[in-house]
């Protein structure tokens, strides 16, 4: 039995000097891992049954975790820096991916995580990603959604939900906002980087996202080598798994079909 098929199904791991909270789904089963990569206020607790409806309908083994921050995860020391997104595709993450035996998954990417799905695709080769509500620039709206949520935070509206996902409430929110609203952020663009995608993408957002336009998805598709297909929800908003998780199910098993029958490339 490999080191991967004997870890447990949930606890801890020491990847990249941080220790993660981790959860596996069905680990027994065998097909082509899913990876879910959470949002920038999110963590293993806040995707909730998504990931498990998911791998259920899909047959698939799957792959949560809490990155740095976040959950049960080590806290952060200080600021995030501003290439953040980057250190976590390009570092963390396939760390991460190695240790469970899982270079050859599909990555399922919401918001931030869907931005860290895109760049460890850019430089690695997963065998296909799905990217909800994504950000590969930063858009006005995605700033004013940003400090929509900072007044909520300092009004307490937002303390008693984030408590219930994370051991560090205030320190997950802060790195998340904070980040976002640091002035050398609002130059962040990975347009360029995606460009060297060859994997299927599958691009989702909702007409109704306080955080993004469609003109997100649309340079998506401009900027990869690979097939891309987009799916724009009708009654919609930033988060496509809550808000219209028949369609974006439906879309993960018709991508799933399509790409599980390759050719294992894990080793």
């Known amino acids: 039995m490999s080191a991967a098929a004997a870890a447990p199904d949930t606890g801890w791991v020491d990847v990249a000097s941080e220790r993660l ?22 963590s293993i607790a806040a995707w909730r049954d998504f990931p498990r409806a998911v791998c259920d309908r899909l047959d698939a083994p799957g792959l949560v975790y809490s990155r740095r921050g976040y ?16 250190r976590e595709a390009w570092v963390v993450l396939p760390e991460l991916l190695t240790r469970f035996g899982m ?16 760049l460890y695709a850019a430089r690695h080769q997963p065998r296909a990603i799905a ?7 930063v858009e006005d709206v995605t700033i004013e959604g940003i400090r929509v949520a900072r007044a909520a935070w ?14 560090d409430p205030e320190g997950a ?28 993408v599958l691009a989702i957002q909702g007409y109704d996202d ?22 724009k929800l009708e009654h919609c908003g930033h988060s496509p798994q809550r808000d219209q998780p028949e369609a974006v199910i439906a879309a993960l098993q018709e991508l799933y079909a399509q790409v599980s029958a390759g050719p294992d490339r894990s080793g």
Request: proline share 7%; with cysteine; charged share 20%.
């Open 154 to 167: 300092a009004s307490g509206k937002l303390r008693a939900p984030l408590a219930r996902l994370h051991d």
């Open 131 to 137: 990217v909800m509500a994504p950000h590969v620039f």
């Open 210 to 231: 306080q955080y993004g336009t469609m003109a997100q998805l649309d340079r998506i598709a401009a900027a990869v080598q690979g097939p891309c297909r987009l799916l």
């Open 21 to 42: 909270e981790f959860a596996r789904i069905a680990p027994g089963r065998a097909g082509t891992p899913l990876v879910f990569l959470h949002e920038g206020l999110g």
């Open 103 to 118: 270079v050859d998954a599909v990555l399922i990417g919401h918001s931030d995580g869907a931005s860290i799905a895109l």
């Open 173 to 200: 929110f802060a790195g998340w906002n904070d980040g976002w609203l640091n002035p050398d952020f609002r130059q962040w663009n990975i347009e360029a980087e995606i460009a060297a995608i060859r994997c299927p």
């Open 71 to 86: 959950g049960r995860s080590t806290p952060l020391a200080g600021p995030r820096a501003s290439d953040y997104l980057h």
